[in-house]
């Protein structure tokens, strides 16, 4: 499967944005996805993740204003942001695989696909 991030963009703290990684090559049903972000300077760390049968988790960082979500019809997973801080300016990143197990969704090592990354900024 192919995927494609996008709908980043500069929103001030406290803003929203909703960010999207359409999938092409296969059906998203059977694949688990997550968001990963990198910020300046830092390495590549877990936001969200979605297992094939639905089941979610989340970092701490982000728990209770990001929702990870996917729509097989648009074969298209989404990530709402909501109440964004400054320290979530980064290029943020969506991964799928149809393996991952849903104790190992954090983990960068599961997924075997991932798109280009699309950059979020938010202004303080």
């Known amino acids: 499967v192919q995927l494609q991030a996008s709908g980043g963009g500069l929103v001030q703290a406290g803003g929203a944005l909703r960010l999207s990684c359409a999938a092409t090559g296969r059906s998203i049903r059977s694949y688990g996805v997550a968001w990963f972000r990198q910020g300046p300077g830092k390495e590549r760390n877990f936001v969200a993740g979605?297992?094939?049968?639905?089941?979610?988790t989340y970092s701490d960082s982000v728990k209770g204003r990001f929702t990870i979500s996917k729509d097989s019809s648009k074969n298209t997973a989404y990530l709402l942001m909501n109440n964004l801080r400054p320290e979530g300016t980064a290029v943020y990143y969506c991964?799928?695989?149809?393996?991952?197990?849903?104790?190992?969704?954090?983990?960068?090592?599961?997924?075997?696909?991932w798109g280009q990354g699309t950059l979020v900024t938010v202004s303080s």
């Open positions: 979605m297992h094939r049968s639905g089941g979610t």
């Open positions: 991964a799928a695989s149809p393996s991952v197990i849903l104790s190992n969704l954090a983990s960068q090592t599961a997924y075997g696909n």
